[in-house]
């Protein structure tokens, strides 16, 4: 019973995703959500009593991916600042091809048309950001006058801006290159000895985003 529970929760949050993806929160409804997921109304507010808390689900879905992904990236022996742009790689990759992280996305953006508060994707990051922007510091390899807390709300606010905006700019399907161009610019300033090429061909070496099986970029 609990593994059938469990999956028709799944079933329904997928498909609430797919629908605030496509249509936002204002255009998505709970028999648009039924007629998608092939359940009925009545078991969708059984398991979540409202379309405002399936989408309060779908956004606590996302952000409970990250500390999975930040986990990867402490391990000893890789420099800091490659953590850092590894760790965005990974992000960027269930932004750009996990429904739910996309709806989250979606959904944080619209919070307004949300009643209640929509949790916010900023804090774990920058607590990531500025850990790894310290620790990059202390091994001297940190531009001088780089403030790693001031800093990491600084990078994170402009990535999320960057991939929320990402689908829509000339070569958007090609996320990876269009993250190293952004990051290219930005180790310009964050690096005390520059050298972003290096650095971002050490971090695709070993990354499991370019490792994955997505289809190459058009030519």
Request: net charge positive.
């Amino acid at each position: 019973m609990q593994d059938r529970a469990r999956e028709t929760r799944k079933v329904l949050l997928e498909s609430a995703a797919h629908m605030f993806v496509e249509r936002g929160y204002a255009g998505t409804s709970v028999n648009g959500i039924s007629d998608h997921s092939g359940r009925t109304s009545g078991a969708i507010y059984f398991h979540y009593s409202s379309k405002e808390k399936l989408a309060l689900a779908v956004v606590r879905e996302q952000f409970a991916t990250w500390p999975q992904l930040t986990a990867a990236y402490t391990a000893r022996g890789v420099p800091p600042l490659e953590k850092l742009v590894g760790l965005s790689l990974r992000v960027a990759q269930s932004l750009s091809e996990d429904v739910v992280a996309r709806a989250g996305a979606r959904l944080w953006a619209e919070r307004r048309a949300i009643e209640s508060a929509v949790p916010a994707p900023f804090d774990a990051w920058s607590v990531a950001a500025t850990r790894l922007l310290a620790q990059a510091r202390a091994r001297g390899e940190l531009a001088e006058g780089i403030e790693p807390s001031t800093a990491a709300v600084t990078l994170v606010s402009a990535f999320f801006g960057f991939c929320t905006l990402i689908d829509e700019m000339p070569g958007g399907r090609c996320w990876r290159e269009l993250l190293e161009q952004w990051w290219t610019l930005t180790l310009r300033s964050l690096q005390a000895d520059p050298d972003p090429a290096a650095l971002l061909a050490r971090v695709r070496a070993g990354s499991p985003a370019r490792r994955g099986s997505a289809a190459p970029c058009p030519t």
